[in-house]
């Protein structure tokens, strides 16, 4: 993957998390992070009791951003 900041090319990598993985709406910490108690959610990985939940992402460490698809739960590694 192309940086979109830079346009030089993405470490392919992971983020890893004994929770479920979730983009929550605006900037305050809830208590329970999980997405199905939050309006606009968007669950990045599903939880697995077993392995966790995990997300392909790719690092630019020129310009320290990462960058994760999320379209149709495909960087989900937990993904059925
Ligand atoms: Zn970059």
Redesign the pocket.
């Known amino acids: 993957m192309q940086?979109?900041?830079?346009?030089?090319e993405?470490e392919e990598g992971l983020i890893q998390s004994p929770q479920e993985l979730s983009w929550l709406p605006g900037k305050k910490r809830p208590l329970l992070g999980r997405a199905q108690f939050h309006d606009g959610a968007v669950v990045l990985s599903e939880l697995s009791m077993l392995k966790g939940s995990a997300v392909l992402a790719f690092l630019?460490r020129?310009?320290e951003?990462v960058v994760i698809d999320c379209a149709g739960g495909l960087s989900d590694f937990n993904r059925k």
């Open positions: 940086c979109p900041y830079c346009g030089r993405m630019c020129d310009c951003k």
